[in-house]
């Protein structure tokens, strides 16, 4: 049986830089998804997932082993896909949380929309999101973090946390019925 | 709540879950391990330099302390036998005394510069038009330099 993450992380607190290897191993899918869906490029998702790990090597030291590791290390995968994307001429805007598109009163959605919501469709929702929605999104129900380590990944406080993720599920819903409509 | 509002969330929520992770090109924990061991080099090869820096520091202090030695050994050569005298240590003093009022002497030469900068004060705008000409100019520069705020989403 493997080493635990707790193993391995003690190991490399206590100066055992192999044992980063196995951190790798464990997160890098996950890490590499996740910047994936952010910047929707493979060339620059995995720049920013490595980058991302080595900038956590060099971090470890301050790391407290008393907190879980992962929002820890997609805090730090966080800054490092904000850097790709302002990199790439884009700018995400923090303090304008538009509502973009959506009706006061939505009508009633057909269930069967929801249902047809095959991972194919939710990737390219989650695409057209903007990425403050889609981030929120994934490391709530992708990642399972809860909303508070979610603000800690993201830098905002909980309550915007809470609203990106009911604003991104409110824009999935519009536009799941503005495909549905033109059925 | 809407029964059909949850059910919704309770889809979206599953199939996000459901996601499938995707895997970084062969290779890539090598390059990770690369990247981490070079940084090391890196930080290994800076604290040998800067070990160096030291080191040639230590020795150029060394080089203008054995310079510095001649002088101050002709002055304690100087000075220690009047010192030793009864009555010398006065006669020293006095002696040391001299010396640093003929430095002292010269010091005017030495400010001579700083009086003839002061002398072009007069000629200076006053402070209060030095003040806002650098405030215009700063916020003409914050107006040229700050970035666009746009509400671009990306």
């Known amino acids: 049986m493997g080493e635990t993450e707790k193993e391995l992380l003690g190991r490399c607190l206590a100066g055992d830089n192999a044992a980063f290897g196995g951190l790798v191993d464990a997160y890098q899918d996950r890490l590499y998804s996740f910047a994936l869906r952010l910047l929707k490029d493979p060339a ?104 508070a380590e979610i603000a800690r990944v993201m830098g905002v406080p909980e309550g915007t946390v809470k609203a990106r993720l009911f604003r991104g599920r409110e824009l999935i819903k519009a536009r799941l019925r503005g495909a549905g409509a033109t059925v | 709540m809407n029964m059909r509002t949850g059910n919704t969330d309770q889809a979206i929520a599953a199939a996000i879950a459901a996601l499938p992770l995707r895997s970084p090109s062969a290779g890539f924990k090598g390059r990770v391990l690369a990247a981490i061991a070079a940084q090391a080099a890196a930080r290994e090869r800076l604290g040998w330099a800067l070990q160096a820096a030291g080191a040639l520091t230590a020795s150029w202090a060394a080089l203008v302390g054995l310079a510095a030695a001649g002088p101050v050994a002709g002055f304690l050569a100087d000075y220690a036998p009047l010192a030793l005298e009864p009555g010398g240590l006065g006669q020293a003093l006095r002696l040391l005394g001299a010396r640093a009022a003929l430095a002292a002497g010269r010091l005017p030469e030495a400010f001579g510069f700083l009086a003839d900068l002061a002398g072009l004060l007069p000629g200076l705008p006053p402070v209060y038009e030095i003040g806002a000409a650098v405030l215009a100019t700063a916020a003409v520069v914050r107006a040229l330099g700050a970035p666009v705020r746009a509400a671009q989403k990306i």
């Open chain 1, 44 to 147: 620059a998702a995995e720049e920013a997932a490595q980058a991302a790990f080595v900038k956590a090597f060099r971090a470890l030291p301050s790391y407290n082993i008393a907190q879980p590791f992962a929002p820890w290390l997609f805090r730090i995968a966080h800054n490092a896909c904000m850097d790709a994307l302002r990199a790439g001429g884009r700018t995400v805007s923090m303090d304008h949380e538009d509502f973009p598109d959506l009706p006061d009163r939505a009508p009633a959605m057909d269930d069967s929309l929801a249902d047809a919501l095959d991972a194919e469709r939710i990737e390219a929702l989650l695409a057209s999101l903007p990425a403050i929605y889609s981030e929120a999104l994934l490391l709530q129900y992708r990642e399972d973090l809860g909303p």
